[in-house]
């Protein structure tokens, strides 16, 4: 069964700093992996979304990797803005079941200005 | 396009009551979802649609029913609900079920409480 894992659960930063959230997910086989993004009381806004074939994708002062073999998705952030501040959800979707996305529990992260 | 839209935004229910919560999106998506979102559990999956006519159960469908007569709306059902259905409820789509990228979008959420 797929499982997806988020480290660290929180994360306080001070502004500018450059940061990684990580995700890791126990079945290589998936399909894609999408970073999403929750403000307080709000809905998920999609970050970046990665296919398996792929690597990494970017945009602006985002970056995602993907390294299916050793399970691992990290999301950099560089020069990070109090405005940042929210919390960070990975999802898989396996490729085995594409109607099934498993999300991670999420990381906090709170930039200090 | 106003992309994914849930209503109500909050709604408090006594147990036992029936109530609908809707969701419609206007991408032309095939794949429409719903999901809870409870402290320290996530976001589980509730049901989900593929297409028109067409839906199936995801981690926790116990308690909720579902249908999609439309490809724009997937309105989730409680029929007697429970304290336990106290949650936030995510609904989800995507454009194509065969294929594509599967990005989802998100609707904004509704708040439901159980008394």
């Known amino acids: 069964k797929q499982e997806v894992t988020q480290i660290p659960a929180a994360l306080s930063v001070p502004e500018g700093e450059n ?19 929750q403000d307080p009381g709000k809905g998920l806004t999609s970050l970046l979304l990665i296919q ?3 690597r990494e994708q970017t945009s602006g002062r985002l970056n995602a990797s993907l390294d299916k073999s050793s399970g691992r998705s990290t999301l950099y952030i560089a020069a990070s803005q109090p405005g940042d501040s929210a919390t960070y959800l990975c999802a898989v979707r396996p490729s085995t079941s594409y109607d099934k996305v498993i999300f991670g529990p999420g990381t906090s992260l709170s930039v200090i200005p | 396009n106003a992309g994914v839209t849930q209503t109500p935004k909050f709604q408090v229910l006594k147990t036992g009551q029936s109530m609908t919560l809707q969701c419609a999106q206007d ?17 589980r999956l509730i049901h989900y649609s593929v297409g028109a006519g067409i839906t199936d159960q995801g981690e926790v469908p116990n308690g909720y029913n579902v249908s999609r007569s439309t490809t724009e709306d997937f309105p989730l059902r409680l029929l007697s609900a429970a304290p336990s259905q106290t949650s936030v409820y995510f609904c989800a789509s995507s454009y194509s079920w065969t294929g594509g990228s599967h990005e989802q979008y998100f609707g904004p959420g509704t708040r439901l409480t159980v008394t």
Do not use: K
Request: aromatic share 18%.
């Open chain 1, 19 to 37: 940061l990684v959230l990580n995700c890791s997910f126990t079945d290589s086989a998936i399909y894609n992996l999408q970073w999403f993004r």
């Open chain 1, 52 to 54: 398996s074939s792929q």
């Open chain 2, 27 to 43: 991408m032309n998506h095939e794949y429409m979802s719903w999901y809870r979102q409870d402290p320290g559990m996530g976001l």
